[in-house]
């Protein structure tokens, strides 16, 4: 299985503020990596796929980048529906894996 | 817009079989597409446990793989899970999802709400 591990595990920021998020994948993956958000108690909602492409009505300040086993997301500006919690997915290989998630928390 | 919809069970008793289907509307399950199943602990992250194409073709978590079984139901536009042999460790948030089959790497761009299932006696 390809293991995928993001940095931070929490984080605390303010609006307005520009955040990234990593995730790093055990092996190289090429650009298969997916991005999602999850708000608490509901479904994980789809927003970057094949590493930088952002899915349709997702806000321009989401963007993503990478490749190989490196890959960010940045929030250039946060807004206050933005503090969530953001995984990682890679869709290079079965078993399908994510990262253990990143809590984006308001300071 | 497609929409899925989990159903079953809340509470399987150890020992037992949980069992989910998911209905879907606003597309067909006979199209070019995967349909998968995840899972999500309380306060955990997210597990990928199986998927199934319009076919009957599947793939499964090795993890997971002795104790589940995909099935589709083409005639219901529906698909299922069945999962034995339960314990405490499979009390979570079961969740459907829709994949394209149009391109491979395609992510989990639909998703049903999700149904909490809880293992106890």
């Known amino acids: 299985d390809i293991q995928m591990t993001q940095s931070p595990s929490s984080l605390s920021a303010s609006v307005g503020d520009r955040v990234t998020i990593t995730c790093r994948a055990s092996?190289?993956?090429?650009?298969?990596l997916n991005w999602y958000q999850q708000k608490p108690g509901k479904a994980p909602k789809f927003l970057i796929y094949a590493a930088s492409s952002l899915q349709s009505g997702v806000p321009s300040r989401f963007s993503g980048s990478g490749a190989g086993t490196d890959f960010t997301l940045t929030i250039s500006s946060l807004q206050p529906e933005d503090f969530a919690t953001y995984y990682c997915?890679?869709?290079?290989?079965?078993?399908?894996?994510f990262g253990q998630g990143t809590m984006l928390e308001i300071k | 817009q497609v929409q899925l919809q989990e159903s079953g069970p809340g509470l399987v008793k150890p020992s037992g079989t949980l069992s989910l289907t998911c209905a879907v509307s606003?597309?067909?399950?006979?199209?070019?597409?995967?349909w998968s199943w995840l899972r999500q602990p309380p306060g955990k992250g997210l597990e990928w446990i199986g998927q199934i194409y319009n076919t009957g073709s599947t793939n499964y978590n090795p993890s997971l793989k002795s104790r589940v079984t995909i099935s589709v139901d083409k005639s219901k536009n529906q698909f299922s899970l069945n999962l034995n042999s339960v314990t405490a460790a499979d009390t979570a948030v079961y969740y459907c999802a829709r994949t394209s089959g149009n391109y491979w790497g395609a992510p989990f761009d639909y998703w049903g709400q999700g149904t909490l299932v809880t293992v106890s006696s």
């Open positions: 606003g597309g067909s399950i006979s199209s070019s597409d995967w």
């Open positions: 997915q890679q869709s290079y290989s079965i078993p399908y894996t």
């Open positions: 092996q190289s993956i090429s650009s298969y």
